[in-house]
């Protein structure tokens, strides 16, 4: 089963990190639901965080990975909040469980096929060569050439853990998103579609959503709201956590 912190005590909850993520990225946010009155369930998905590493990896078998915990745990009308590829998932599992979902949000991703984007990200993981036990200093210096950006660096290093003393790794399955990078910008079946109350939220400075993807997505999910947080990109629960709280708290009630 996935990996999961749970917090809190009322409807249950449960936040879908993104591609190279982990539960662990939305700590801060689980109290501050569970105080909106949730259970909140943070899940790290197959192949990232806690979770198991598997060679399937696809969102057929994300979005069923789902479905079992939800009857493991026993839940029923759970609302979802997904980040980037979390929100895929989420939108895959609404879809095709929609008896199962209360509300659904959906964080900077639409239902559209997206290009493979992330040459650069993977290009820098995979100069890491572990054998030769770099620490966390030589581990970043390895990857600055190809992630200049500092905010993204520190993102990917959350994953990194002594795996024994002198010796780390990365928590996320690599050699499987090497094999298996062109699942991730799979679009949403065309067929598929999910009627109740659902928030899109976006980054202004963003370019995953974009005004002209709208009557796509209309179609897809005819309830749809749309919010959009101005001076982020597409970490905009992590740029300006208030005001993402503040939008999908004021949603999900």
């Known amino acids: 089963m996935l990996n999961s912190r749970i917090e809190g005590q009322g409807k249950?909850?449960?936040i879908l990190h993104g591609f190279l993520g982990m539960s662990d990225n939305w700590k801060s946010f689980g109290p501050l639901y569970a105080a909106e009155g949730f259970q909140v369930h943070l899940i790290d998905l197959r192949n990232h965080g806690k979770s198991f590493h598997s060679d399937e990896f696809n969102y057929m078998v994300l979005s069923n990975d789902v479905l079992e915990y939800c009857q493991q745990k026993n839940l029923a009308k759970v609302s979802l909040i997904g980040h980037s590829m979390g929100g895929k998932v989420a939108m895959l599992f609404a879809?095709?469980?929609?008896?199962?979902?209360?509300?659904?949000?959906?964080?900077?991703?639409?239902?559209?096929?997206y290009a493979?984007?992330?040459?650069?990200?993977?290009?820098g993981l995979n100069a890491i060569d572990f054998t030769t036990k770099p620490d966390r200093t030589q581990v970043e210096e390895i990857l600055y050439p190809?992630?200049?950006d500092f905010g993204t660096r520190q993102f990917l290093m959350k994953n990194l853990y002594w795996v024994e003393p002198g010796q780390l790794a990365f928590r996320f399955n690599l050699a499987v998103f090497n094999a298996k990078i062109e699942s991730i910008g799979e679009a949403l079946p065309e067929a598929n579609h999910f009627d109740k109350?659902?928030?899109f939220i976006r980054g202004?400075?963003?370019?995953?959503?974009?005004?002209?993807d709208l009557p796509e997505i209309k179609k897809q999910f005819p309830n749809f709201k749309l919010a959009t947080i101005n001076n982020v990109g597409h970490w905009l629960h992590a740029e300006n956590p208030k005001l993402?709280?503040?939008e999908t708290a004021k949603f999900l009630k």
């Open 244 to 246: 993402f709280f503040e």
């Open 95 to 113: 879809t095709t469980h929609p008896e199962l979902v209360d509300k659904l949000i959906v964080a900077d991703i639409g239902p559209k096929y």
């Open 197 to 199: 109350p659902t928030l």
């Open 12 to 14: 249950p909850l449960l």
């Open 204 to 212: 202004g400075n963003s370019r995953y959503i974009l005004d002209t």
């Open 146 to 148: 190809f992630i200049p």
């Open 116 to 123: 493979p984007h992330h040459d650069d990200i993977l290009a």
